[in-house]
């Protein structure tokens, strides 16, 4: 599924540029595909909160397998990874705003957030 996210990273800048100039002739038509392309993410953000689930509980088997107490495990303190990959998960969710899929403000910070930590989070893409 990290298709999905280097897809979007390439194709979107291209929609915003074509969604900004004024003599393009299929202007609209831009606009509508950069509004498709962000609904697409919200598939994507599903697919992160499922894998997220199914690694929560591969880590409980593990603490179960290996007789540890979770109380006796060191608290983790949150890092980039995981600020991206919360605003990934929610950061789709608000194209489903009307106001906030007509405007290309809300792709840009995705894009941000993407580009920040690399083209993909695949390890042979970087």
Same mark, same amino acid.
């Given at each position: 599924?990290?298709?999905?996210?280097?897809?979007?990273?390439?194709? #979107?800048?291209? =929609?915003? =540029?074509?969604? &900004? &100039?004024?003599?393009?002739?299929?202007?609209?038509?831009?606009?509508?595909? $950069?509004?498709? #392309? @962000?609904? #697409? !993410? !919200?598939?994507?953000?599903?697919?992160?909160?499922?894998? =997220?689930?199914?690694?929560?509980?591969?880590?409980?088997?593990?603490?179960?397998?290996?007789?540890?107490?979770?109380?006796? $495990?060191?608290?983790?303190?949150?890092?980039?990874?995981?600020? %991206?990959? #919360?605003?990934?998960? !929610? $950061?789709? &969710?608000?194209? $489903?705003?009307? %106001? @906030?899929?007509?405007?290309? &403000?809300?792709?840009? !910070?995705? =894009?941000?957030?993407?580009?920040?930590?690399?083209?993909?989070? @695949?390890?042979?893409?970087?």
């Amino acid at each position: 599924m990290a298709f999905i996210e280097m897809a979007f990273a390439v194709i #979107t800048p291209f =929609l915003i =540029l074509l969604s &900004w &100039w004024k003599q393009f002739p299929y202007r609209e038509y831009a606009k509508a595909l $950069l509004a498709a #392309t @962000c609904l #697409t !993410i !919200i598939g994507y953000s599903i697919f992160l909160v499922q894998q =997220l689930i199914d690694m929560a509980r591969l880590a409980q088997e593990f603490i179960k397998q290996s007789g540890m107490k979770i109380e006796n $495990l060191p608290p983790v303190e949150p890092d980039g990874f995981f600020y %991206r990959l #919360t605003s990934m998960i !929610i $950061l789709p &969710w608000l194209f $489903l705003i009307r %106001r @906030c899929r007509n405007t290309p &403000w809300l792709a840009i !910070i995705l =894009l941000v957030v993407i580009y920040s930590a690399g083209l993909v989070t @695949c390890d042979g893409f970087h």
